[in-house]
C-alpha cells in the first residue's frame, strides 16, 4: 500500500496536468461577459442630521442575585501520557510505597553501610 505523501504527491501532480486544460476548457466555452452598466448619476448630498440630544443616564444595574451553592465535580486530574521515572504514580501502581514507609534517600542513613 501507498503511504500518504506518495498519494498526495500523484494527486497533486495529476491537478498540475489538468489544471491548463481545465482552465484552457472553460475560457473557450464559457459566453461572452456582459458589458459593464453605464454608471448611474451620483445622487445629491442629504443634509448632515441634527446631532442627537444626550441620552439619560442608565440606572445603576440591580445587584446579581448569589448564585445557589452547588458542589461542582472535582476536575479529573491530568494523567501523563507516559509513565516515566518523573511521573507521578496512580492509585493502583506498584511504584507507591506502602502507608507509613519511610521515603527512600540517595544517601545511606547512619550506621548502613
Known amino acids: ?53 444626550a441620552p439619560a443616564p442608565a440606572p445603576a444595574p440591580a445587584p446579581a442575585p448569589a448564585p445557589a451553592p452547588s458542589p461542582a465535580p472535582a476536575p479529573a486530574p491530568a494523567r501523563p501520557q507516559s509513565r516515566g521515572l518523573a511521573a507521578p504514580a496512580g492509585s493502583n501502581s506498584r511504584l507507591q510505597a506502602p502507608a507509613g514507609a519511610p521515603s527512600p534517600s540517595p544517601e545511606p542513613r547512619e550506621g548502613e553501610n
Request: aromatic share 6%.
Open 1 to 53: 500500500m501507498q503511504n500518504a505523501s506518495s498519494y498526495m504527491n500523484r494527486l497533486i501532480g495529476r491537478h498540475r496536468i489538468y489544471e491548463s486544460i481545465i482552465l484552457n476548457f472553460a475560457d473557450e466555452h464559457s459566453p461572452a461577459p456582459a458589458p459593464a452598466p453605464a454608471p448611474a448619476p451620483a445622487p445629491a448630498p442629504a443634509p448632515a442630521p441634527a446631532p442627537a440630544p
